[in-house]
């Protein structure tokens, strides 16, 4: 295994990503099961799009959401670095690279492959800039597959643990 995916899959960053995975899924089931609320449901996305530039293909894609003092959103693994805005608000985010604090007015990287757990400190809007081939709400799912990896082996990346002596990284 090369020296920089070695780095990407420390243990570390391994047992985070299994325990981000393992809190959603409880989050999910928690969802399910009527004890607790989707916050998407309550606050849905807003979508914004720049016209597709013919020079490259593609245009710039927002979409923002408002987070409610006091919830926590687990956001999905992003295939592309991508732009974040804090608008307003303030949120603390732990990630495989330890715990952050943003507060508005705010800009800042993703890196590839990141997922993370936002807890919003007070009201917040957040928005994300993604570059797609796509543009419109009827294009979504399309535009979902071109910039959201559906687990971390798509990206090469491990998220168990147990399977971290198979690829030759050790513990």
Known sequence: MNTALANR???????????????EAGMNDMIAAGTAGAIFEATPLKHYYSPIDENYGCCAYAREIFLPKGSVVIGKIHK????????????????????????????????????????????????????????????LDKMEDEIVAKDYSELGLIASVADLPQLGVTK
């Open 9 to 23: 899959n420390s243990l570390a960053k391994v047992q985070f990503r299994e325990e981000i995975l393992t809190v």
């Open 80 to 139: 592309h670095s991508h732009l974040n805005l804090i608008s307003k608000g303030k949120v603390s985010v732990m990630t495989e690279f330890g715990k952050k604090y943003f507060e508005a007015p705010c800009t800042f990287l993703s890196e590839v492959g990141l997922k993370r757990a936002v807890y919003a400190e007070e009201d917040t809007i957040w928005t994300t800039i993604h570059l797609t081939k796509h543009r419109g709400e009827k294009n």
